[in-house]
């Protein structure tokens, strides 16, 4: 983002919508100690310039569907295009990311799923996709994030 300055202040309005994306301008502009004018411009400024490329919802899922959060980690063939990889990976609905990582394994897959044979059952697609040579699944036990 060369060029582009952000100062103190912006960091402090990203921290306060990190925390809650859906905080008033009021109440972040005093926080920060200005009005809610320069406040609204700094936020439509940060946006334009893709600091914030959008709002969302961070739901607990264990009070929904899918309450089986599990990581593979994918080997693939040396000669495998990263792209093919993903368009086959994309139509898994139950994939919910897809990172590539330097060093062994290839990639990451982030997936969430009813149980463990549901796991079973989409691990087993990853295992037949064309390129992919070897896998390694982790389920998650417990999570923490930032801003929870």
Do not use: C
Not at 60 to 70: F, H, I, P, S, Y
Not at 93 to 122: N, S, Y
Request: charge should be negative; hydrophobic fraction near 45%.
């Amino acid at each position: 983002m060369a060029g582009t300055t952000i100062d103190d202040t912006d960091r402090a309005i990203l921290a306060l919508l990190r925390e809650n994306a859906r905080r008033t301008v009021a109440d972040i502009a005093t926080r920060v100690n200005l009005s809610p004018a320069p406040v609204k411009r700094r936020i439509e400024r940060l946006e334009r310039l893709g600091v914030i490329v959008g709002y969302t919802v961070v739901t607990d899922e264990t009070k929904l569907e899918g309450a089986v959060e599990a990581f593979t980690e994918l080997r693939y063939v040396g000669t495998a295009d990263f792209e093919a990889i993903v368009a086959v990976v994309s139509e898994i609905p139950e994939v919910q990311e897809i990172f590539t990582i330097a060093g062994d394994p290839d990639a990451l897959v982030r997936i969430r799923v009813h149980d463990v044979d549901h796991l079973k059952h989409v691990v087993n697609i990853l295992r037949r996709t064309e390129h992919v040579t070897g896998t390694k699944t982790l389920m998650v036990l417990d999570r923490w994030s930032q801003g929870s």
